[in-house]
């Protein structure tokens, strides 16, 4: 514990012959002298705290240089939040089912915007800006939306008694956003009061996540007690329109509507009208895959640390090495900025592409396709200095949707003028795979290994063996001592 506030030597400042501190006073009375040793004490102790704190600060900082520290990168809706889920369910899964309660409402709330994003549709495009009618099209697989054709061509009044009935399904929205987020400032895809709001993204979800939002949910859920409360009314409105979400997901008009749209709502992130008895109902418990498949933003960077509950009870120093800290960013555009401070002390970087994006373009910036953005981004993140020592790792995601969207007739090539091979998966994610590794190869600063992987990260059997190669190249690349691994 540092002294230096009992130092005797005053030091000297200003003109010469004025000392600092200027104690004791030549002429001080008792009444002074006992206020000065006061104030002295009180300072004391105000320097011990501060030292105090630094010390935790050093030691906290000493037990960080012992994590492994993982850098999750890439665009926004890349995966890069699912594949932490991944790690988490393979290496910490008691904790991860304990907070998997608390994913319910995320999920539902994924379902109830879905159905207020058809409503909205179906209510017509009138009060809709040209804008959204633009961005509900980002979604679209087609490479030329139609989503201006008039609404009012598939519009069926059969639908008003459904709409009516469904309704209420707004103020369970209103009430999940609000239980999410709490203190949170409103955001843009927050609920703007009653009024409905033609969302860009049906299910989109948007609330600072990290674990401060599971927690509140838990501890609102604890602390409530027997009472019921907002959430449980919303829950029961969600489960008295099971019925009519099916209808309303089933209707004719509804799917002829998003059609014409262009709208392929189950190729969005958090689709879970499939789901709907289930997931409405009021017993429902999230599954894994469930959870694998919700859709909460990332907003800022948020710090992630994970325990591998097979090093429960040995000793420290093991535990400390089977400590993971995972930093999991915002991939939308104007959150790239916060990243870099991250590069800096980082043991591992793995960067997602979605291979599906090659017919889209991001949601915050409608005039750039994802797949170019992805390898801009790519080529960013391999010239970068600061990461030229970490371990990379590139995983080349969603190929069940490339997939899904080749075979639905989809042209990599009406996308991609360079592609000249047959449009089927294998040569597409084969391309890709080429092209990535190329930039990798021609942007590094030095010589760097790449572990490549096409993957699914929302498919828990196959995810289980890539996260088993990803943590055993990165334990090896940073070398751990064996014990460690
Ligand atoms: N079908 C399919 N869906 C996936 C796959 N990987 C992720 N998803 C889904 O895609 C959505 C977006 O994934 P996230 O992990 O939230 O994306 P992110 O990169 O963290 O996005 P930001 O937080 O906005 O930066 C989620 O609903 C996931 O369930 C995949 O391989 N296939
Ligand atoms: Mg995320």
């Given at each position: 514990?540092?002294?230096?506030?009992?130092?005797?030597?005053?030091?000297?400042?200003?003109?010469?012959?004025?000392?600092?501190?200027?104690?004791?006073?030549?002429?001080?009375?008792?009444?002074?002298?006992?206020?000065?040793?006061?104030?002295?004490?009180?300072?004391?102790?105000?320097?011990?705290?501060?030292?105090?704190?630094?010390?935790?600060?050093?030691?906290?900082?000493?037990?960080?240089?012992?994590?492994?520290?993982?850098?999750?990168?890439?665009?926004?809706?890349?995966?890069?939040?699912?594949?932490?889920?991944?790690?988490?369910?393979?290496?910490?899964?008691?904790?991860?089912?304990?907070?998997?309660e608390a994913?319910r409402a995320?999920?539902?709330?994924?379902?109830?915007?879905?159905?207020?994003?058809?409503?909205?549709?179906?209510?017509?495009?009138?009060?809709?800006?040209?804008?959204?009618?633009?961005?509900?099209?980002?979604?679209?697989?087609?490479?030329?939306?139609?989503?201006?054709?008039?609404?009012?061509?598939?519009?069926?009044?059969?639908?008003?008694?459904?709409?009516?009935?469904?309704?209420?399904?707004?103020?369970?929205?209103?009430i999940?956003?609000?239980r999410?987020?709490a203190?949170?400032?409103?955001?843009?895809?927050?609920?703007?009061?009653?009024?409905?709001?033609?969302?860009?993204?049906?299910?989109?979800?948007?609330?600072?996540?990290?674990?401060?939002?599971?927690a509140l949910v838990q501890r609102k859920q604890d602390s409530r007690g027997s009472e019921p409360d907002d959430l449980d009314q919303a829950r029961q409105?969600?489960?008295?329109?099971?019925?009519?979400?099916?209808?309303?997901?089933?209707?004719?008009?509804?799917?002829?509507?998003?059609?014409?749209?262009?709208?392929?709502?189950?190729?969005?992130?958090?689709?879970?009208?499939?789901?709907?008895?289930?997931?409405?109902?009021q017993?429902?418990?999230?599954?894994?895959?469930?959870?694998?498949?919700?859709?909460?933003?990332?907003?800022?960077?948020?710090?992630?640390?994970?325990?591998?509950?097979?090093?429960?009870?040995?000793?420290?120093?093991?535990?400390?090495?089977?400590?993971?800290?995972?930093?999991?960013?915002?991939?939308?555009?104007?959150?790239?900025?916060?990243?870099?401070?991250?590069?800096?002390?980082?043991?591992?970087?793995?960067?997602?592409?979605?291979?599906?994006?090659?017919?889209?373009?991001?949601?915050?910036?409608?005039?750039?396709?994802?797949?170019?953005?992805?390898?801009?981004?790519?080529?960013?993140?391999?010239?970068?200095?600061?990461?030229?020592?970490?371990?990379?790792?590139?995983?080349?995601?969603?190929?069940?949707?490339?997939?899904?969207?080749?075979?639905?007739?989809?042209?990599?090539?009406?996308?991609?003028?360079?592609?000249?091979?047959?449009?089927?998966?294998?040569?597409?994610?084969?391309?890709?795979?080429?092209?990535?590794?190329?930039?990798?190869?021609?942007?590094?600063?030095?010589?760097?290994?790449?572990?490549?992987?096409?993957?699914?990260?929302?498919?828990?059997?196959?995810?289980?063996?890539?996260?088993?190669?990803?943590?055993?190249?990165?334990?090896?690349?940073?070398?751990?001592?064996?014990?460690?691994?």
């Amino acid at each position: 514990m540092s002294t230096r506030r009992e130092s005797t030597s005053p030091i000297q400042i200003g003109p010469v012959g004025q000392s600092w501190p200027p104690y004791p006073p030549a002429e001080e009375t008792e009444l002074e002298r006992a206020l000065r040793l006061e104030e002295e004490k009180e300072a004391k102790k105000k320097s011990d705290v501060i030292d105090e704190a630094i010390e935790v600060e050093r030691n906290e900082l000493k037990k960080r240089k012992q994590y492994i520290k993982v850098l999750l990168l890439g665009q926004a809706e890349s995966g890069k939040s699912t594949i932490l889920k991944q790690f988490q369910l393979n290496y910490a899964p008691k904790a991860f089912q304990a907070e998997s309660e608390a994913w319910r409402a995320v999920i539902q709330l994924n379902l109830v915007r879905t159905v207020n994003f058809i409503l909205d549709i179906m209510a017509g495009s009138s009060n809709m800006t040209s804008e959204e009618k633009e961005s509900a099209a980002t979604y679209s697989s087609s490479p030329q939306p139609n989503a201006n054709r008039s609404s009012s061509e598939t519009r069926n009044d059969d639908l008003g008694p459904l709409k009516t009935r469904l309704a209420p399904l707004r103020q369970v929205e209103m009430i999940l956003v609000n239980r999410l987020s709490a203190d949170e400032p409103r955001r843009s895809g927050s609920l703007d009061g009653l009024t409905p709001k033609y969302y860009s993204r049906a299910s989109e979800v948007s609330i600072r996540g990290g674990t401060g939002w599971k927690a509140l949910v838990q501890r609102k859920q604890d602390s409530r007690g027997s009472e019921p409360d907002d959430l449980d009314q919303a829950r029961q409105i969600l489960e008295t329109c099971q019925k009519d979400i099916v209808a309303l997901w089933k209707s004719p008009p509804v799917q002829q509507q998003l059609r014409q749209s262009d709208i392929v709502l189950r190729d969005q992130s958090g689709f879970f009208l499939d789901d709907t008895r289930r997931i409405a109902s009021q017993k429902y418990k999230p599954t894994f895959p469930d959870i694998l498949k919700a859709r909460l933003q990332t907003i800022g960077v948020e710090e992630h640390s994970m325990t591998f509950e097979s090093a429960e009870g040995q000793s420290a120093a093991a535990q400390a090495g089977k400590t993971w800290l995972f930093y999991d960013v915002g991939g939308s555009k104007g959150q790239r900025a916060a990243w870099a401070p991250y590069f800096d002390d980082v043991n591992a970087m793995i960067f997602l592409c979605s291979m599906a994006g090659f017919n889209q373009t991001l949601s915050e910036d409608r005039s750039v396709n994802r797949l170019l953005d992805s390898l801009t981004l790519w080529k960013t993140i391999c010239s970068s200095k600061l990461l030229s020592n970490v371990t990379f790792i590139l995983l080349l995601n969603k190929c069940d949707l490339l997939e899904a969207k080749l075979k639905g007739g989809e042209l990599f090539a009406r996308y991609v003028r360079s592609f000249k091979e047959a449009n089927d998966f294998k040569h597409v994610s084969e391309y890709l795979r080429g092209k990535f590794i190329a930039i990798h190869k021609s942007q590094s600063a030095r010589k760097r290994a790449l572990h490549v992987h096409l993957t699914c990260a929302i498919d828990i059997e196959v995810m289980s063996h890539v996260i088993v190669r990803l943590r055993e190249a990165i334990l090896v690349d940073n070398l751990m001592s064996v014990d460690l691994i």
